[in-house]
């Protein structure tokens, strides 16, 4: 159990790749935090992981904006103390012809799939550097 009591944050959790690596970390004995704009899909990611005696808890969050991000990030410390794992795993894909394509489609897929990992980090970076100083080099 490698990640046992470890707070792992999955965004993009709700299905696909994001449930399967939420359900390998809480294999591993993490408590997982299913992050994803579609809160039913969260909701039931985190409720199957339960139902298997799995520790997990969903998030509804939207992370296409540098606030969804912090607000993602504040919600999980202040509920669980502590993040121990961050997992960028959420990504969109706009599909269609390039001249069908809007510039909002540009715009969200860049947003969510380039930007929020930065603010991600950012945000979750205060925390993380507190877990280093518990385990030195």
């Given at each position: 159990m490698r990640f046992n009591g470890k707070v792992v944050v999955g965004t993009g959790a709700a299905g696909g790749i994001g449930s399967a690596i939420a359900s390998r970390f809480a294999d591993e004995g993490a408590h997982v935090i299913v992050a994803d704009v579609n809160a039913a899909g969260a909701d039931s990611v985190?409720?199957?992981?339960?139902?298997?005696?799995?520790?997990?808890?969903a998030f509804a969050s939207?992370?296409?904006?540098?606030?969804?991000?912090?607000?993602l990030i504040d919600s999980v410390q202040g509920s669980e103390g502590r993040i121990d794992v961050l997992c960028n795993n959420a990504g969109i894909n706009r599909r269609g012809a390039l001249l069908t394509l809007t510039p909002e489609d540009w715009?969200?897929?860049?947003?969510?799939?380039?930007?929020?990992?930065?603010?991600?980090?950012?945000?979750?970076?205060?925390?993380?550097?507190?877990?280093?100083?518990?385990?030195?080099?």
């Open positions: 985190a409720a199957a992981l339960v139902a298997q005696g799995k520790s997990a808890r939207d992370i296409g904006s540098r606030a969804g991000c912090v607000a715009d969200v897929s860049f947003a969510v799939n380039l930007d929020a990992m930065f603010h991600l980090c950012q945000a979750a970076l205060p925390a993380l550097e507190e877990l280093r100083k518990e385990f030195p080099a």
